[in-house]
């Protein structure tokens, strides 16, 4: 793979809140560790993306449109392929001493989503077509963030290079075949495909808030609730007489004896 060299991004480009946040990037993918588990996670989103574009070019009846899915498809499982290759020569290469970090950051430095669970098979041409430029510009924009923050891994840099290349590509090939199966409602199509995104982002982002919630309260009720039944307890303990006594007198039972 090529160190070097420059790709054509007509419909990606450099958004300036990723050119913002480069030097947070460059924190995330400075860990050799960090690194090869983020490519381990890359791999098996690009494989689960590889399939759902199969599924695609089986489903789709429009030629053009299958020939271009099943070329995708092969793209997406070539960039898996090469992250888990990648990941394997980064983790092989670390001192077996080493202190590994198992944070990856995924919040601050993601890849791409893949197509985030949705069912290609009940999408129209036009609604999948959207969500792959969208999805695909995304990573592309990622991409570039990371190739510039790679410059002392220049295998890895490479590597992402290459990947660009291909993002571009398909980028660039779903937007125009949007533009031809419904030129007329085609940003119709990417505004209600950016809406269903931003939508699953919440609902990440507010299954994590909850998750933090919960375990705040959670350590708030352990630290307070607990101590209070302990001291109950105690001080219900302290009212007890030591030893055995007797559970009723003779005198009170019904029968005088338990025989």
Same mark, same amino acid.
């Given at each position: ?27 995330? /993918? ?7 588990? =983020? ?20 489903? *789709? ?59 290609? *098979? ?15 510009? &995304?990573? $592309? ?42 030129? =007329? ?6 505004? /209600? $495909? ?5 939508? &699953? ?6 299954? $994590? ?20 039944? $302990?001291?109950?307890? &105690? ?8 030893? /055995? ?15």
């Amino acid at each position: 793979m090529a160190a070097g060299g420059k790709v054509n991004l007509r419909l990606v480009g450099r958004p300036l809140v990723d050119r913002l946040l480069q030097p947070i990037h460059w924190w995330v /993918w400075s860990d050799p560790n960090r690194r090869a588990l =983020k490519l381990g996670g890359f791999s098996a989103t690009e494989a689960d993306s590889g399939r759902d574009m199969a599924q695609a070019a089986e489903s *789709t009846s429009d030629p053009v449109l299958r020939r271009l899915y099943i070329r995708h498809a092969l793209d997406e499982q070539k960039h898996s392929v090469w992250f888990a290759s990648r990941a394997r020569a980064i983790l092989g290469s670390l001192d077996e001493g080493a202190t590994r970090s198992a944070f990856q950051a995924n919040w601050f430095s993601p890849g791409e989503r893949g197509l985030d669970d949705l069912d290609v *098979t009940r999408e129209s041409e036009a609604s999948l077509l959207a969500f792959l430029f969208l999805s695909e510009r &995304k990573g $592309a924009r990622r991409f570039l963030v990371y190739k510039d923050v790679l410059r002392s891994d220049p295998d890895t840099r490479g590597m992402f290079i290459e990947i660009i290349t291909d993002e571009a590509f398909h980028t660039n090939y779903t937007y125009a075949q949007l533009r031809r199966v419904a030129p =007329k409602a085609y940003w119709l199509h990417i505004l /209600w $495909a950016r809406l269903g995104i931003l939508w &699953k982002a919440y609902l990440r982002l507010a299954a $994590a808030i909850a998750g933090v919630m919960g375990g705040i309260l959670l350590t708030v009720q352990y630290f307070t609730l607990l101590p209070l039944f $302990a001291w109950l307890a &105690k001080r219900s303990a302290k009212r007890e007489l030591a030893g /055995w006594t007797p559970s009723r007198t003779p005198e009170a039972s019904p029968l005088g004896t338990q025989y």
